[in-house]
Each structure stands twice: as C-alpha cells, then as structure tokens.
C-alpha cells in the first residue's frame, strides 16, 4: 500500500509543548538574540545575551563577538569576530520586550566579513535615496524531513505529478500549512512586512513575500524572516531548504526562486511604464555580472533552476515581457494596463542574498 511508504507525520500544532514550562518573559531583563549570515553565505548563526534595560536605539545595542572558525569566518589562531547590530525587531518566540537583533559581521580590523555584503548595499541605497526604491521580495523555500526528503513525498517514489498543489488545500496535496501559519503570525508580530503567502507549484514548497521595504530594509527584513521560518521548522521537528533545486527534484518539478519587485517613485507615478521599459537597458547590460550575485556560489546555483522550463527564463539570456513567467524581467498585466508600477526580476534564486541582489538591482537601474 502506498501510504506505508510514508514516515510519520509532522506533529500537529498542538502536539508541540510549552517550552517555557509556563513562564512568562522576565519582567525587568531583557533577552536579545543576535543574528548573523555566517561564511557559507546562506545560512544563519545566532547566540542570545541578556541586558538589564532595553536599548533604546540601534547604536545603543553593543557590539559583541564570536568564534568565527566555526562558522567558516576566520583561522582557528585568530578567530575572534565581530557582530555588529544594525536592526532591532520584537522577538516573537520569547516576547515580552526581548528583541531580534540582525547583525554585521566584521573581522578583527572591524572590516566586512567576506559574506557581509550589507555595507555595500547601504552605501548604494544611501546614494540612490532620493529616487525612493522599493523593494519586494518572494521567498519559496521547500519543508523537507531530516533526511532532506521533501515533507508529503513517498519515502520510495514521487507524489503525483505537479498540478494540484499550487494555493492548494487538502491533506492530500497541502503539506507543512502549520509551519506557514505560525511563521505568517510570528513574523506579524516580529514587525515584518510580510505581504502574504501560499502553497507553490511542487508539492512540500510554499512562499511568503515580504514588502514592501524601502531601501536596505528590504535585506535586513528577509534574513530575519528566514531566521524566523527556520526557529518555526525547528519547533515542529523538520527543515527548510532554500536550495533553488535540490537534487530529489532535477526531474519535472519546479524550483524555487526569490522573485524580486523594484520600483521608484518615477515608476509608481503616473506614466511610470515609460521609467519601468527605461530601466530594461541597465539591467540587459548587468545580466551576466547579475547572474555571479544572484545565489551564493557564483551562479552555479541558478544554472540548474534557470533552464528555460519551469516558469524561469534561461540562464544566459537576458529578457523581458508583459505577464511573461518565462522571462527574465516581468512587468505585470495590472502595470501594463494602468502605465505605472513595479517590475518583477525572477532571476534570483532562492537562496539569494537580498543584500546582494538589491544592490545589483539599484545599481543596475540608477547608476550604471
């Protein structure tokens, strides 16, 4: 029988416990969890400290250190680095007044760590302010087991094919809604701008979009709601990959992207349309230095998402079209139609950093 190739089920959500015995947040102390990209690039460290007051700005937190040989950051004889904080957001797991905070990474002459790439992008932001750019970003991700098997897939073999699980509901082709529902709500009350979420193409995958954020806060934003949807898998006893195409789906299955929507106040103004097909050139001429920056690894990531199948346009073609998936830029229908807006870059992948690809998308745009 089939369903005996499955494993146990996820726990539901009230199966998991209180794992604070009851207690409610210390009414005087502070708890601050500090957050950091460590040297992969993609994934996320953290460590929490307590303070006797709440800071009452950003400045105000204090810089504090780590091993940076154990996360890939530094030489075991001279390990020590540095995490400087740089945003500040309700912590939606130990809440009271205690706070998440996202930090740089800095070596020991207080310089950007080779994956802190925050810096360069607020210079950017900093000297394109004027032109108001916001920014919108869509995250898939897939929820799989400990082993890396994608939650609701048979053990041995392939569910059906794609089709039924796109804004799906059913225990039959919806799987892991508890850890989207209670990452939606605790990214609600962290303070993020998270827009919505839904059920994706390939069974197990899901998304969430968070914007709009002008700026840098668009980066610091969705590392911290990664952060958040990794604390919630963790809770619920599974993982999730930001792999833009893990191997269990090479076959006819869709990867995952991180869709980026970009707009200036030219854009969003009336005639925008005219700012929006103006800014196709700049990022025609970035495309290939674009695709290096767009996944951690130089590009390598996207070549096995980026085929021209699967709703992605190929990977060494720059495009652009109205309400075209298959492009490389999208402008939507609603833009067309009304001549002002927004433009969709669906080029990044999954496991993209925002930094990264914000930066490019600014630069590309408006000063290049």
């Not at 970035?286 to 085929?307: I, S």
Request: proline share 6%.
């Amino acid at each position: 029988m089939t369903h005996l190739n499955y494993e146990t089920r996820m726990p539901l959500g009230q199966a998991v416990i209180d794992q604070f015995l009851g207690l409610r947040p210390h009414p005087t102390k502070i708890q601050a969890t500090y957050v950091w990209i460590d040297g992969t690039g993609e994934n996320l460290r953290s460590k929490t400290r307590t303070f006797d007051r709440l800071p009452k700005k950003i400045e105000d937190y204090p810089i504090w250190n780590y091993d940076g040989s154990s996360t890939g950051q530094a030489k075991g004889r001279d390990s020590d680095r540095y995490l400087r904080p740089v945003a500040a957001y309700p912590d939606p797991f130990l809440g009271g007044a205690n706070k998440l905070v996202m930090c740089d990474t800095l070596d020991h002459e207080m310089q950007p760590t080779a994956t802190n790439h925050r810096q360069t992008c607020a210079e950017i932001m900093h000297e394109v302010r004027e032109t108001r750019p916001w920014f919108g970003m869509e995250q898939e991700y897939l929820i799989v087991d400990r082993d890396e098997h994608p939650l609701g897939w048979p053990k041995h073999g392939f569910p059906a094919p794609q089709g039924k699980y796109y804004c799906s509901v059913g225990a039959d082709r919806a799987f892991g809604r508890e850890v989207v529902e209670t990452h939606y709500r605790a990214c609600l009350h962290a303070g993020l701008n998270i827009f919505g979420t839904n059920a994706e193409v390939t069974p197990g995958q899901w998304e969430f979009q968070i914007g709009t954020c002008e700026g840098i806060d668009m980066g610091d934003q969705l590392w911290i709601s990664r952060y958040i949807l990794h604390r919630v898998a963790e809770q619920f006893g599974v993982c999730v990959s930001l792999d833009p195409k893990p191997k269990v789906t090479m076959g006819d299955w869709n990867g995952a992207g991180c869709h980026t929507n970009f707009s200036t106040a030219e854009m969003r103004a009336p005639g925008g349309i005219k700012a929006i097909e103006a800014a196709m050139e700049g990022l025609k001429r970035t495309h290939l230095e674009a695709m290096k920056v767009y996944d951690p690894h130089g590009g390598e990531d996207n070549l096995r998402r980026l085929t021209g199948r699967h709703e992605t346009s190929s990977a060494d073609q720059f495009s652009w079209g109205v309400a075209n998936r298959g492009c490389s830029i999208r402008i939507p229908r609603q833009v067309a139609a009304e001549k002002k807006g927004y433009l969709e870059d669906r080029r990044p992948s999954s496991n993209c950093d925002p930094y990264q690809v914000t930066a490019m998308i600014a630069q590309s745009i408006l000063l290049l």
